[in-house]
C-alpha cells in the first residue's frame, strides 16, 4: 500500500470518528433536556437584533403596585418599593424560555458594565426550587421568585423588560429578547442616575 493510500486510510478512518461522534452529540442534544435547551439559548443567541433602551412611555406605577413582595432565592422578602429612588431593570421570564435564558446572559454582562446603583431583577412565577433544577441560580444574581406578577407589569409574552427611572415610572418597555448589552443601554442607565 502506497504511502498516499495509508493517508487517505487513515483520513477516512478519523472522519468517520469524528462524524459518528458528531452524530451521537446531536442526538444527545434532542433527547437530554438540559443540553436541549442550552442548545437552543446559544442558537438563539446568534440571532437576537439589537434593542436600544429609549423613554417612550411614561407609566406612573400607583403606590399600591409599588407594595408588591418579590423573593430573593434564599426566601428573603422585598417589597417593590424599597426600590424606589434608584433605576430599575426588571425581566419577566420563565426557566423553560430559550429567549429568556438569552436575555439573562445579556442583563448580566449589562449589569457588570453599570453603574451598581442600578437595581437589576429578573423574576419568576416559579419556584426557588424549580429555577435551582434549572442551574440557573449559580450562573446570576439577581434572580427573584413571586407568586403574582404585579399589574403594572402586563405580561403577555417572555421575555418582557421594564426599564422603571427612579420616580417608579416605567419609560421602556420590552416584549421579546433583545441584545441589550450596548453602550447605548449603558449610557442611558447611567444618565438616568442623573435625573
Request: glycine share 4%; with cysteine; net charge negative.
Amino acid at each position: 500500500m502506497t504511502s498516499s493510500k495509508k493517508e487517505k486510510s487513515t483520513f477516512q478512518k478519523w472522519s468517520g470518528y469524528l462524524l459518528n461522534a458528531a452524530l451521537i452529540l446531536v442526538i444527545l442534544t434532542f433527547f437530554i433536556p438540559s443540553w436541549r435547551m442550552a442548545f437552543q439559548s446559544w442558537y438563539q443567541g446568534l440571532t437576537l437584533s439589537e434593542v436600544s433602551f429609549e423613554n417612550t412611555i411614561q407609566q406612573e406605577i400607583s403606590d399600591q403596585d409599588a407594595t408588591w413582595e418579590l423573593f430573593d432565592l434564599d426566601g428573603n422578602m422585598f417589597n417593590f418599593a424599597e426600590f424606589k429612588g434608584r433605576p430599575i431593570v426588571i425581566n419577566f421570564w420563565a426557566t423553560w424560555c430559550s429567549y429568556c435564558r438569552v436575555e439573562l446572559a445579556e442583563l448580566k454582562e449589562l449589569k457588570s458594565q453599570v453603574n451598581t446603583e442600578v437595581v437589576f431583577i429578573a423574576i419568576t412565577e416559579e419556584t426557588p426550587q424549580m429555577i435551582e433544577n434549572s442551574g440557573l441560580d449559580k450562573d446570576y444574581s439577581f434572580l427573584y421568585t413571586t407568586q403574582n406578577f404585579p399589574s403594572f407589569a402586563q405580561v403577555s409574552a417572555y421575555p418582557t423588560l421594564l426599564v422603571i427611572d427612579s420616580e417608579m415610572n416605567i419609560i421602556h418597555r420590552q416584549e421579546g429578547a433583545g441584545a441589550i448589552n450596548t453602550e447605548k443601554n449603558i449610557s442611558f442607565l447611567n444618565d438616568l442616575l442623573l435625573k
